[in-house]
């Protein structure tokens, strides 16, 4: 059974970091993808990453959020630091497929970890 369980969300006020994980069992993924979603916003990618090592981030985390992986534990990270009341949402890692530098083609997704930031 393919499953995506994403763990580390919380509340943190601004400025804060947490570290959001991702685990894949069931599955050798080729890429996976972490987005967001706020309430009564549409959700948007956040940032991706392919198993040979290249990465996608959108231009509101660059310089804050970092996606890595662990190919042993199955497993993607998304360290977030420097935390904005903006960041606030629920966030899903997801496997796809990559092409045209991004992870697309969205497959399987996890259940969401949530985030929020406090001013």
């Known amino acids: 059974q393919v499953q995506l369980v994403e763990s580390g969300g919380g509340s943190v006020q601004a400025g804060g970091s947490l570290r959001l994980s991702c685990v894949v069992s069931?599955?050798?993924?080729?890429?996976i993808g972490w987005s967001r979603q706020a309430p009564g916003k549409e959700r948007e990618g956040v940032a991706d990453v392919y198993t040979d090592g290249d990465t996608w981030y959108a231009d509101s985390v660059k310089g804050r959020f970092t996606i890595s992986q662990d190919n042993a534990k199955s497993t993607v990270y998304l360290q977030m630091n420097s935390l904005k009341p903006e960041d606030t949402a629920m966030y899903y890692c997801?496997?796809?497929?990559?092409?045209?530098?991004?992870?697309?083609?969205?497959?399987?997704w996890g259940q969401g970890t949530q985030v929020t930031v406090s001013s």
């Open positions: 997801a496997a796809g497929v990559w092409f045209g530098g991004r992870c697309r083609a969205i497959t399987v």
């Open positions: 069931g599955y050798t993924y080729k890429c």
